[in-house]
């Protein structure tokens, strides 16, 4: 009689085990679902610890295995973080990850290889990326284990400054960003070092540092102390001039042109707007030399070149126009309404808020078109003000109840002045 044939395959011989079966010490063999034995054999007899596998949790099972297998260092960053960190209860991938790279980590600095452990922690940092503060954690392991590596001349160190620097970025905290991002930035001086995407590791460096000095000068400013805010405007400046970045180069000399018009220092303000002017023009950034231009009309109104201010905007408006160059038209012309109205020319303000109102209408920005109906009802009411007015100290009320009666949207005093036998017959004149 031939034998039986069981149902499902051996799994308790290692031979017939499935390759798809986890083999992590962590996983016993008992644990395996449906598990039948061979008619006529006795089934294998499971220890202690593997009823204990079973019964305890898995992070438990993880910690005990580390122990086990001589990894105490691994067993305490692992239960130090299990202590704060509550997500991994119900999450294998993330605990074996852990268990994983912590103890390869550990094992490669017994041996020396701090490049290895670095690499793991780094991973570990990157397997983290939406928890932050585990993923702070593992670039500060990372950057500890970047700084005993003798042989890459510190690139590993220069690469971890920068991970670190720039979750303190994100963190709000600028001296501490300082500290590492200055460390990035003087281990790149002088190297040829690229990053992944092939960019070189010292023009990034300055990069990031123009991004911290520039929001330590907003931070002063925003506390007005402004000598502090423009030392930093200028750091931010010289530091992207140094990374061979034109575009950034243009938009830290902008901030720092706005820096010193606010201050009431409109000669150096011109000065930095005709170097963003001049990049804008050399990049061919539309957006740019819109601010450009806008800036530095600011800077001859208050000056009192109001003339040439106006001329530089038409000039500017022109251009825009003839390259179809829409939204900076509208800043054009909102500009120009700016200045007119300014200098108490109403009606020719009125034609340029018009042609900025019409062109925010056609790009659909609701802020924009905001903006314009404000300032074009504003100065519609101006411009009828000051015709009435006029009018008041004439004594012409004839023009005056005439305008009323026919509740026109606009006012002037020849529209007004114009007879209407309707009012003059039905009205008595003192």
Not at 13 to 22: A, E, G, L, M
Not at 130 to 145: C, G, I, N, V
Not at 191 to 206: E, L, Y
Request: proline residues 3%.
């Amino acid at each position: 009689m031939s034998s039986k044939t069981p149902l499902f395959p051996d799994i308790h011989s290692p031979q017939k085990s499935d390759s798809r079966t986890p083999t992590s010490k962590s996983f016993p063999r008992c644990i395996k679902k449906n598990s039948v034995c061979p008619v006529g054999e006795k089934p294998q007899k499971i220890t202690e610890t593997e009823i204990a596998q079973i019964r305890k949790p898995l992070r438990q099972n993880i910690c005990v295995a580390m122990l086990r297998d001589g990894f105490p260092h691994s067993f305490a960053e692992l239960f130090a973080l299990l202590q704060r960190w509550d997500e991994a209860d119900d999450d294998p991938l993330t605990l074996q990850t852990l268990q994983l790279h912590l103890t390869r980590a550990e094992a490669a600095e017994r041996a020396g290889q701090y490049g290895e452990a670095y690499e793991n922690h780094l991973f570990l940092a990157r397997f983290f990326t939406e928890d932050k503060w585990m993923k702070h954690h593992f670039f500060q392991l990372a950057l500890r284990s970047a700084r005993e590596v003798i042989m890459d001349s510190g690139k590993r160190e220069a690469e971890a400054s920068s991970l670190v620097g720039q979750v303190y970025l994100e963190k709000g905290d600028l001296e501490l960003a300082h500290e590492h991002l200055e460390v990035f930035y003087q281990l790149t001086t002088g190297r040829s070092w690229q990053d992944s995407s092939g960019r070189m590791q010292h023009s990034r460096s300055c990069e990031e540092l123009q991004t911290l000095y520039t929001l330590m000068a907003q931070r002063s400013l925003q506390d007005q102390q402004y000598e502090h805010a423009i030392k930093m405007f200028r750091k931010a400046y010289a530091i992207a001039k140094e990374s061979g970045d034109r575009a950034l180069e243009g938009e830290a000399a902008y901030r720092l042109g706005l820096a010193y018009q606010s201050t009431g220092d409109q000669k150096i303000a011109k000065k930095f707007f005709s170097s963003y002017m001049e990049i804008s023009l050399t990049l061919e950034n539309a957006d740019s030399l819109g601010r450009a231009h806008e800036a530095m009309a600011k800077c001859l109104e208050s000056e009192g070149k109001i003339t040439e201010a106006i001329e530089l905007l038409e000039r500017f408006a022109e251009t825009c126009l003839n390259s179809k160059q829409d939204k900076n038209l509208e800043i054009a012309y909102m500009s120009l309404g700016n200045i007119l109205r300014s200098q108490k020319r109403y009606d020719a303000a009125c034609v340029y808020y018009e042609r900025a109102y019409e062109l925010a209408c056609l790009e659909g920005c609701p802020r924009r078109v905001q903006k314009a109906q404000v300032c074009l009802g504003s100065v519609r009411a101006l411009s009828g003000l000051h015709a009435y007015s006029r009018l008041i100290q004439d004594q012409n009320l004839h023009a005056l109840i005439a305008w009323k009666d026919r509740r026109e949207d606009s006012f002037s005093p020849t529209a007004a002045s114009k007879p209407d036998s309707t009012v003059q017959s039905n009205t008595v004149v003192p």
